[in-house]
């Protein structure tokens, strides 16, 4: 050479690539098998659980990108550049840190971005709560007779927008006793929710104790993330179902009340009352799943909701 190079750590910067992408993600890799660390992060309204797992899974292969990086910037200069192996050995010591850090941020890998995308829309389930605690099984309600007032039928009732009068006429045309009061709420004809036939379906195919009415649907993981994991109101589309089901004793209605409209369900509970956002996942041996009940693929839960953060 005319005249001896310096190392430097521009001179090391303008050896390196514009970006390196320091994680390859196939789409095995995705979140369908971690249901729980979705539902981690609905709890906290955050995110952060899902950055700190997706840190402990892939921080080492990072880290191993990075080293092989180095070495062939290294190779660089002792190879294509002629500074001596000792030479270029102690300055990378010196600054290594230096290094690292321009090399992670030219890392053009998206980590989360990508196992958000792999992964598929995830069941889930909107339930109704009340002061009136559930509804039982047709049988059970049907003893001493369905009631609409101080009840979680007539909540539920109310929630579909059915109207009291007309419930009443068809319980009692098809032999189901009925008592206390049930108002004719006129304005709310031709603008239920769900067909008073399928209705009445739900109610007598419905077999188990402790039900909540619920709404069914998937969620986009990616709108999840977007929103930072934090909901206040979620839109279930036109056409999909609701239903009884019992988390807790695994069983419940057909599911097969259709929805005629977009309804729209503000995700607050105050007191008893409220709707509850919760994936269709086993999160103890105590707490049944509609998948694992019904033994249903994710197409029974319809179109995707949209959500509102």
């Known amino acids: 050479m005319d005249e001896q190079k310096t190392l430097t750590l521009d001179f090391i910067k303008s050896l390196m690539e514009p970006s390196y992408t320091l994680i390859w993600t196939d789409y095995d890799d995705n979140l369908d098998n971690h249901r729980w660390l979705v539902q981690k992060c609905l709890d906290s309204k955050s995110p952060e659980h899902l950055w700190e797992k997706a840190d402990e899974w892939y921080s080492d292969a990072e880290w191993e990108a990075v080293r092989e ?16 192996e000792e030479d ?49 099984s047709n049988w059970f309600e049907s003893q001493g007779g369905y009631s609409y007032e101080e009840s979680y039928f007539g909540d539920m009732v109310d929630c579909l927008n059915l109207n009291p009068a007309r419930v009443k006429r068809l319980l009692t045309e098809h032999g189901y006793k009925t008592y206390g009061r049930f108002p004719n709420r006129r304005s709310r004809n031709g603008k239920e929710q769900v067909s008073y036939e399928q209705f009445y379906k739900e109610l007598i195919n419905s077999c188990c104790g402790a039900n909540l009415l619920v709404y069914i649907g998937r969620v ?45 369900l503000k995700l607050e509970v105050k007191g008893c009352n409220g709707f509850r956002f919760r994936l269709d996942d086993e999160r ?12 249903v693929d994710n197409s029974f839960f319809g179109d995707a909701v949209r959500i509102v953060s």
């Open 88 to 136: 270029v050995d102690t300055f990378f010591d010196e600054h290594e840190d230096e290094i690292r850090d321009e090399v992670y941020s030219r890392n053009d890998s998206d980590v989360i971005k990508d196992l958000i995308r792999h992964t598929d829309n995830i069941p889930i389930r909107v339930e109704m709560l009340s002061d009136h605690d559930c509804i039982n």
């Open 284 to 295: 103890s041996k105590y707490d049944y799943s509609v998948q694992h009940v019904y033994g």
């Open 69 to 84: 990086i180095i070495a062939k910037l290294k190779e660089e200069c002792t190879v294509f550049n002629d500074f001596g």
């Open 220 to 264: 986009n993981l990616n709108e999840l993330y977007n929103a930072e994991f934090s909901l206040s109101e979620v839109i279930i589309p036109k056409g999909n179902c609701c239903g009884l089901f019992s988390s807790t004793f695994g069983g419940g209605s057909l599911l097969e009340m259709e929805l005629k409209q977009d309804i729209r």
